[in-house]
């Protein structure tokens, strides 16, 4: 028998540096905590508690001045401050790969994306992941769960570092399906793809497969479950106590993997079991076996030929072998839960083997809370899952289970946690209903139109289909009653939002801000919990008529603060100020004597503004009106004529232009004159008097000052 060792088997570089930084501090003295198991190995978990490591899963637990290890999970933030506020040194061995998915899921939302997280939503990571970015995350485990989704805008997509990279991908192909645009930061971690890799192609020129690791943790589990599909024999066992002789039966080659929670040692010591059961199954000594294996010598014969799916077939997720004379009938009562493999599923029940006397019946209408269209939508052959019993016929042997029922008491339990703890929960909207949403909570959980956003909503129907995050409010099983609300969440960020907003807002910053509402003399700007006016005056360097014109309710714009009243609250915003400034090259567009066209403002007793381009008005004083006495502008130009004018100063600094509408009038005048006079001179004047010739100018004069002067009023 050939033993076969992975090459990448064991601690990953995460779960070691973390598991270093553990044994150090323990050295160091000192009462030292573990947020949640450090690693998914409950024999290596042992062992560091031996040395006096305390795992909680509470930060009120930890009591005193202790030390605090962030595992190599992660954590929200919120937990890292809660932890030091409560006085606790903390020490953060957040895998490097993990810290990068929690930073990318920051990044993605800070460019105003959607984002989806692919992974297990109860896996550690994934919380920790979620909570980077404040519970603003949508966790989807599987392609069929993207189906459910409703159509999305832009989203971000990271990945729990430990998934394998099929699985994502065909998630990624669906979402983009739904997405108007799909951004995918990849952060899987490439040393869990190679041992899965690796364990594959193993498990291919093996013909038993051991995977050697926690039961609990989800990377070791993904491991033995990539063997069996490759067909190998495989058994998921947590030590070399577990291993059975009997499994290696007529076996060539035996793999071996270890999951990334998985120390050295213990690896060591399953190759060391394997090595001696190697050596007694080449000896051929059945008496050495047979003991080994705690069988008699006629039992020995017997599990050689017996089928493999009777003895050495693996079960679900463990490394145990079903001795057939271990089987016992179970007994079962009404309100059991248990559970069971599903054997068949029909159009209208399923049936499910619970290792009673006969298979139990699964009425459709047993089978979810919610609306299917057919079991098959449920569960599928070969699945284990929960079941309640609902009643036991000793004497026929029916027996009738609900797996509703069992999802609900679970349910409960998962509530009733959640609902003492405070925790937020992300759930599906499933219906509307009068006065409020039904969502799924693994029960039908209600929550009042009231609590659904923190104004009013007219149309509540938009929100089925959708993942909300809610809070429970009001929890009673007799009454079989989940009150919650999304209100309560959103009331909570937003009024840090705001207490954030306040600490950093300071005059001279640019903000980016959200159009709420329009006024008259302006727009109300949320710069995160905060109102800042941005006034009419301030939007343009130009004249604007109504705010409407340059800015639009729900509109994202970038805006400068201007001035900052803690005391009255008040936040005083431009948007001119962030734009280029018409002024600064005024005396090259507009130079000193040039003629330039140009828009009545406004009349003022002194004279006229004319406005060159928006943000830049000249003055025409009286004076410069026409070449006689004026009394009042009026009698010259009206507001909104078109006019020609000359430029006499321009003092940039000032922002002041001094233009004349007079002089542009005479230099007319000249041009026109002149153009005469040189048409006359290039023509014969022979037989023509001075008289006719003067009469002739005087009439030609006449009609081009009034061509002049029409093209002016005009």
């Known amino acids: 028998m050939e033993i076969m060792l992975a090459k990448n088997a064991g601690y990953c570089s995460g779960v070691k540096t973390a598991i270093q930084l553990l044994e150090n501090l323990l050295a160091e003295g000192g009462q030292v905590y573990s947020l949640g198991p450090p690693i998914h190995n409950p024999r290596a978990v042992a062992d560091l508690a031996a040395r006096g490591l305390r795992v909680v899963t509470d930060l009120s637990e930890a009591v005193g001045n202790g030390r605090l290890v962030i595992r190599s999970h992660g954590a929200p933030p919120q937990i890292i401050r809660e932890a030091q506020e409560k006085g606790l040194d903390v020490a953060d061995a957040t895998c490097r790969r993990v810290k990068q998915a929690q930073e990318a899921a920051r990044e993605l939302l800070d460019d105003g994306l959607d984002v989806i997280v692919v992974g297990d939503e109860t896996h550690p990571e994934v919380i920790g992941i979620v909570g980077a970015i404040e519970g603003r995350a949508t966790v989807v485990a599987s392609a069929d769960a993207v189906a459910a989704l409703p159509p999305l805008g832009q989203v971000g997509v990271v990945a729990q570092t ?202 459709f209408s047993e089978l979810s809370h919610r609306e299917i269209a057919a079991p098959a939508d449920v569960v599928s052959e070969g699945e284990e899952i929960d079941v309640y019993v609902l009643s036991v016929d000793n004497k026929e042997g029916g027996l009738l289970l609900s797996k509703k029922r069992a999802d609900e008491e679970s349910a409960w339990e998962y509530i009733a946690d959640k609902y003492e703890k405070g925790e937020i929960l992300t759930v599906p909207v499933i219906e509307e209903v009068k006065g409020g949403l039904v969502v799924d909570v693994g029960l039908r959980g209600f929550m009042p139109a009231s609590h659904v956003e923190r104004g009013y909503v007219s149309d509540l129907s938009k929100y089925v289909g959708q993942n909300v995050r809610v809070r429970v409010l009001e929890l009673d099983q007799s009454k079989n009653r989940v009150i919650l609300s999304q209100k309560v969440v959103l009331e909570e960020e937003y009024e840090r939002m705001k207490e954030e907003t306040w600490a950093n807002i300071s005059e001279g910053q640019v903000r980016h801000g959200t159009v709420k509402s329009i006024t008259d003399f302006g727009a109300f700007i949320d710069l995160g919990g905060v109102d800042g006016l941005l006034h009419v005056s301030e939007m343009a360097w130009g004249r604007v008529h109504h705010p409407s014109e340059v800015v639009q309710i729900g509109e994202e714009i970038d805006v400068k603060v201007l001035r900052v009243d803690r005391e009255a609250g008040r936040i005083s915003l431009g948007l001119k100020q962030i734009l280029p400034d018409p002024w600064q090259n005024v005396a090259d567009k507009y130079p000193v004597d040039s003629v330039v066209e140009g828009r009545v403002v406004r009349l003022a007793p002194f004279g006229a503004f004319v406005e060159l381009e928006p943000g830049v008005d000249g003055l025409v004083h009286i004076s410069e009106l026409a070449d006689r006495r004026v009394a009042t502008p009026d009698e010259v130009v009206q507001p909104g004529d078109q006019v020609k004018v000359k430029v006499l100063k321009v003092r940039p600094n000032e922002k002041r232009i001094s233009l004349s509408l007079k002089e542009a009038m005479q230099d007319r005048e000249r041009q026109v004159m002149e153009e005469y006079m040189d048409d006359r001179s290039s023509s014969s004047t022979g037989g023509v008097t001075l008289g006719e010739m003067l009469g002739d100018l005087a009439n030609d004069m006449k009609e081009r000052v009034n061509a002049v002067s029409e093209e002016a009023d005009d």
């Open 162 to 363: 430990t998934q394998r990279p099929e699985v994502v991908a065909e998630i990624v192909a669906e979402l983009r399906k739904k997405a108007k645009r799909l951004i995918f930061r990849d952060t899987l971690c490439p040393a869990t793809a190679r041992r899965q890799t690796e364990a594959w192609e193993m498990a291919h020129a093996a013909d038993v497969m051991l995977v050697v690791g926690g039961r609990n943790s989800a990377n070791t589990r993904k491991l033995a479950e990539i063997c069996r599909q490759s067909g190998a024999r495989t058994y998921l066992i947590e030590g070399p106590e577990e291993i059975d002789p009997a499994w290696f039966q007529d076996s060539d080659r035996v793999g071996i993997t270890a999951g990334a929670s998985t120390p050295d040692w213990l690896l060591k010591e399953v190759v060391a079991k394997m090595e001696e059961t190697k050596d007694r199954a080449e000896l051929g000594n059945t008496e050495e076996l047979t003991a080994a294996a705690e069988i008699t010598p006629e039992e020995a014969t017997d599990v050689a030929e017996t089928p493999e799916e009777d003895v050495g077939a693996p079960a679900a997720e463990a490394g145990d072998v079903l001795d057939p004379g271990d089987i016992t009938m179970q007994e079962l009562e009404p309100g059991q839960v248990t559970k069971g493999k599903v054997v068949q599923v029909a159009s209208d029940h399923v049936l499910v083997d619970v290792g009673y006397k006969s298979e139990g019946v699964i009425p």
